[in-house]
């Protein structure tokens, strides 16, 4: 057996010491910086909003006599005060902007594709068996708009956006083909909607013709889930093709002369780079919030969103339209999709004003029951199109829609 060392330690050096009491104090200031920051934020200053406000942060659900009861809403509210504390939000982007830089991105939401192509986990690896479950939840909706709709007079054209993994699939999955649980999805509900006498029109082979005739053009964002501007024409014009070559044409007046007039260009961080968790802070403007880049990597990421303005022609007077016309013929539920050119696009391609009713949810779920509403208000469309992206019948807005 060894023998004891009874040696009394060195003492620490006044370096040492000043090393341990920094690390001490940084580890306490961090510890206290979120309930500090909550504190003065929402109490004594009495503000509602977030300090920062982040796409790809945690928000805990609302609390529920069950939730509470069981012990998970408190853990869950803790993470979400916790990932709001801006010392927090500085933390996680760096963190995630150095496993990026890496090439070991993480991320539970965002999948990195090839050449810094995005995508949304849950289109490139969909729930097929919640999909199945879900199919009379989705033909009984379908069904309730469509018969709104035509006790209103008028007829219903579903607008089935693809989710961009599937229009661009050589970057979402190895080798270039959609997988068995994704390949088949979009032309089933495309079966259910005409098996329930629903007029809709393939816009996943529209955009696949589009990208083989003009090879050079990117129809969706790199890192952003909606389409350019080029995306949305060719779907539009593929839904205009089918509404008046099919038996809706009968229902509307003769083409007018609609034209583009003018565009804005905005440098914008798309949605899945905030998801990703990298470092962007949401701020409002006019139509709600979006990505403002907080960083160099972010900055490189961001990419330029062109919209587009519209005007018709009428005894030579050039009149804008706005989508706000109520006595148009053909009426849009959309979503962002809608809102990224696509109720515009539509208008150009049928040569008519349309009457737009957007809100954002890619089920397309809240835009269709403010339609509803409108139709119970004396609203007569000739013509509702409305949008519905691929990914969102997946998404909790469709466990049971009630519209």
């Given at each position: 057996m060894p023998p004891t060392d009874h040696r009394t330690p060195a003492p620490q050096t006044p370096a040492q010491w000043a090393v341990r009491w920094h690390a001490v104090a940084l580890a306490t200031l961090l510890l206290a910086s979120v309930p500090v920051v909550h504190l003065v934020w929402h109490g004594l200053l009495g503000r509602q909003e977030p300090p920062i406000r982040s796409r790809g942060q945690y928000t805990a659900p609302a609390a529920t006599w069950a939730n509470v009861l069981d012990g998970s809403w408190m853990p869950a509210k803790e993470r979400e005060l916790r990932e709001a504390s801006p010392i927090a939000w500085w933390l996680r982007s760096g963190w995630n902007e150095l496993l990026f830089r890496a090439g070991t991105p993480r991320s539970e939401r965002v999948q990195v594709g090839r050449d810094e192509w995005f995508f949304l986990a849950a289109t490139v690896a969909p729930d097929r068996a919640l999909f199945e479950r879900r199919a009379a939840v989705r033909q009984r909706v379908f069904a309730t708009v469509r018969d709104a709709v035509r006790a209103a007079g008028g007829e219903l054209f579903v607008w089935l956006v693809p989710d961009k993994a599937r229009v661009y699939p050589e970057y979402a999955f190895a080798g270039g083909e959609l997988p068995a649980a994704k390949a088949p999805l979009y032309g089933?509900?495309?079966?259910?909607?005409?098996?329930?006498?629903?007029?809709?029109?393939?816009?996943?082979?529209?955009?696949?013709?589009?990208?083989?005739?003009?090879?050079?053009?990117?129809?969706?964002?790199?890192?952003?889930?909606?389409?350019?501007?080029?995306?949305?024409?060719?779907?539009?014009?593929?839904?205009?093709?089918?509404?008046e070559g099919g038996d809706l044409g009968r229902w509307l007046s003769p083409r007018g002369e609609v034209e583009l007039a003018g565009k804005d260009s905005i440098r914008m961080v798309g949605d899945l780079t905030a998801l990703l968790g990298l470092a962007t802070v949401e701020v409002a403007h006019a139509g709600g919030w979006h990505a403002e880049p907080m960083s160099l990597l972010t900055e490189r990421l961001a990419e330029t969103r062109d919209y587009y303005g519209i005007v018709r022609r009428e005894r030579g007077a050039a009149l804008p339209i706005g989508g706000d016309d109520d006595a148009a013929e053909v009426w849009v539920a959309g979503t962002s999709f809608s809102e990224e050119n696509g109720w515009k696009a539509l208008s150009l391609a049928l040569g008519r004003p349309v009457r737009v009713v957007l809100a954002r949810g890619a089920g397309g779920t809240e835009p269709a029951r403010a339609l509803l509403q409108r139709l119970a208000q004396g609203a007569r469309p000739k013509v509702v199109v409305w949008e519905i992206v691929e990914r969102g019948l997946l998404e909790d807005e469709w466990a049971d829609p009630r519209l």
């Open positions: 089933e509900v495309l079966g259910e909607l005409r098996g329930l006498g629903i007029a809709t029109a393939d816009m996943a082979a529209a955009l696949a013709a589009a990208r083989t005739a003009l090879p050079a053009e990117e129809l969706y964002f790199r890192r952003d889930t909606h389409w350019r501007p080029q995306g949305a024409l060719a779907a539009a014009r593929a839904v205009a093709a089918a509404i």
